[in-house]
């Protein structure tokens, strides 16, 4: 099949799904009136609430959604073949993902902008916010691991990149300094901060920059990744995050749309086999794959994007459908791009995702008659920096949970570096003993179980508002039945080579490995506990409301 | 519904959309984010200075007497502001 279908099917199911289904709900379901006043309008206060234009807003929702894992995601998910990941996307979006990033928007919206947490306490119970904050504080761990270990992969396979990231640090400080200090046009500064990357990716083109042998070399980038994200989380955030993040986003763009542009140029066929098998390794299509793509289709961290930052902006509640729906849409087509590319590699081509990721890059740089290794050094710079810029920002809110979470029964959590230095020594641990696989899949199942979670908040809420929820319900029920599916396979097989010492293929597995295996299974064991406790008063809290419901039109 | 309208008139309506879509994606988290540190600073002296509105007496009422009519038009956001329920999911966005 022509790889330029998989966008054209996403701009097709974009264009029904916003205008027929996401409308309709937003119409007639959850009634959307432009003349009630928004949090943002109420208690505009300049900092959290500021009524915000719409196209704003739409652009901050996909900047702060989209990040390594739509792109990931996919790539991760081609060993089933594209068709599995393809249809996921696709459907996943439709039905689910827009209805969790809208609902999880507009309850907020009418909760006068309460986060998560709050709404979790009055709509469920006052023990589910603390689990939740604790389940919050595990997820953002899992993505901590599983990013540095992308970062690590992306530098230790691609030597002739690490530099470039490095200096990516350096311009970031200087564009910091010159924006805030310097009072230099912004224009001017991001120019410089640009060429000095691409200077330092130019020069490190010339030389391979690795230490040692290979396993060496991976750890020198681990600890890499962590001291850049232990100055994200402890410098002000608009001396390093931000500049960063800013810079960023120009270098990404930039190969984003070589990427698009090569496609549509070439519009090459997919070479990658449809499907595989219903079971690759050791890893069943459902539920995995469902795990496995979680932005792109559907992700938790939407929600917690919707309800805290745009559910406070939102400068009337007609703009939820095409804020928040809309850059879960626009999301979809990103992760079809990345599976385009991905999908166009030869189908023996093997690797980790940045190297299949560079491999599609490298074809369509070719495509365009540039020099293919271009191509082959900027797919790991593009993986790299997309998962290095949310390590650091997650890291740095990692210190701010545990100071939340224990400052009060540990003082010492309140200090920024010591809550910053365990968030880095947990997250070590996990990688250097972990196997990225797990830790893949155990962040994909955090993400859905926060999924879940937002949806069952939606579901009751909307229950409690005597409104239609079932366009919540049922995609609740089945992200919580398949999340917890994968966490249980993946504990099963964590905690079975942890207790034999042995890998599932019968080999005697390094103590180092066994250890990861407790680790993670421990932390599955703990997500399953969290959730099955936060469904409980969940179902408890939806049939309390019911109840209220059906009393009253008995009274009636 | 207003502002949509105002909005029509300002700018034309596609180019306009997408210099704000970039502006989004580029720096809107960065100006947010100065703004909450200012905000953050702000609220912090306010605080200091006319904490006993909220049963916590800092400076003497004399000062803060003094200062009153500078802070007048910030105090119900910032009694809002400092009142209001907060986890740390309210930094994640």
Known sequence: ?556 | MGDDKKDKKKGFGLGKNLKEFVYGMAAHDTARFALKTRGSMEHLFILITMGDMLGIPILPPYYSLRLLPYVVPQISTWKRRMLREKDFTDTLA
């Open chain 1, 1 to 556: 099949m022509n790889s330029v279908v998989l966008p054209v099917l996403g701009a097709v199911v974009y264009i029904v799904g916003m205008r027929v289904y996401a409308s309709y709900i937003d119409r007639k379901v959850i009634g959307a009136d432009p003349k009630r006043a928004t949090p943002a309008r109420m208690y505009a206060d300049g900092v959290d609430f500021m009524p915000t234009s719409r196209s704003i807003l739409f652009g901050y929702q996909f900047k702060s959604i989209a990040g390594a894992a739509p792109v990931l995601g996919p790539i991760i998910a081609i060993k089933w073949g594209w068709l599995p990941g393809l249809v996921w996307i696709l459907l996943g979006t439709f039905f689910i993902g827009w209805v969790q990033d809208y609902t999880s928007a507009m309850v907020s919206v009418r909760n006068d902008g309460k986060t998560f947490g709050g709404i979790s306490f009055s709509f469920i119970s006052p023990r589910a916010r603390t689990i939740l904050m604790t389940f919050i504080y595990l997820y953002l761990l899992l993505i901590a691991a599983a990013f540095t270990n992308i970062v690590a992969n992306a530098l230790a396979n691609a030597p002739r990149i690490p530099l470039a990231i490095a200096m990516l640090g350096v311009a970031g400080v200087i564009v910091g300094y010159l924006i805030y200090h310097g009072r230099m046009h912004l224009a001017v500064v991001t120019v410089i901060g640009l060429a000095l990357f691409y200077v330092a990716l130019v020069l490190n083109g010339q030389f391979d920059l690795k230490f040692g042998s290979a396993h060496t070399n991976w750890l020198v980038w681990v600890v890499f990744a962590l001291v850049f994200s232990l100055f994200g989380s402890l410098l002000p955030i608009w001396s390093f995050v931000q500049p960063i993040n800013y810079l960023s986003f120009y270098i990404v763009l930039i190969g984003m749309a070589i990427a698009v542009l090569g496609l549509v140029v070439k519009h090459p066929a997919m070479q990658r086999p449809m499907l595989t098998g219903f079971t690759v390794g050791n890893m069943p299509l459902w539920p995995m794959l469902f795990v496995t793509i979680a932005c792109g289709a559907i992700s938790g961290w939407h929600g917690i994007v919707s309800s805290t930052g745009t559910s406070r902006q939102l400068r009337s509640e007609t703009d939820a459908r095409p804020v928040a729906a809309g850059a879960m849409f626009m999301e979809m087509i990103l992760a079809l791009i990345a599976l385009a590319i991905v999908g166009i590699t030869a189908a023996g081509t093997t690797g980790s995702p940045d190297q299949l990721f560079a491999s599609g890059l490298g074809s369509i740089f070719g495509f365009l008659h540039l020099p293919e290794k271009w191509g082959l050094a900027y797919g790991p710079v593009l993986i790299a920096i997309l998962a290095i810029t949310i390590l650091h920002l997650v890291v740095r809110f990692m210190r701010i949970a545990a100071n939340e979470l224990m400052g009060r029964v540990l003082p010492v959590m309140r200090v920024p570096a010591i809550g910053t230095v365990v968030a880095l020594i947990l997250t070590f641990v996990l990688v250097i003993t972990g196997t990225f696989n797990y830790i893949w899949v155990l962040f994909g199942s955090a993400n859905q179980l926060m999924a879940s979670l937002a949806l069952m908040i939606g579901s009751i809420w909307l229950v409690s508002e005597k409104k239609k929820a079932g366009f919540a319900l049922v995609p609740m029920v089945f992200m919580y039945i398949t999340t917890m599916a994968a966490i249980i396979l993946t504990c099963k097989q964590l905690l079975q080579q942890a207790f034999t010492g042995l890998s599932l293929a019968g080999q005697k597995l390094p103590a180092g490995q066994v250890a990861g295996n407790w680790i993670a299974g421990t932390i599955g064991v703990v997500l399953f506990v969290a959730a099955l406790v936060l469904a409980y008063d969940g179902v408890g809290a939806l049939l309390r409301f019911r109840r209220a419901e059906t009393t009253e039109k008995g009274v009636a």
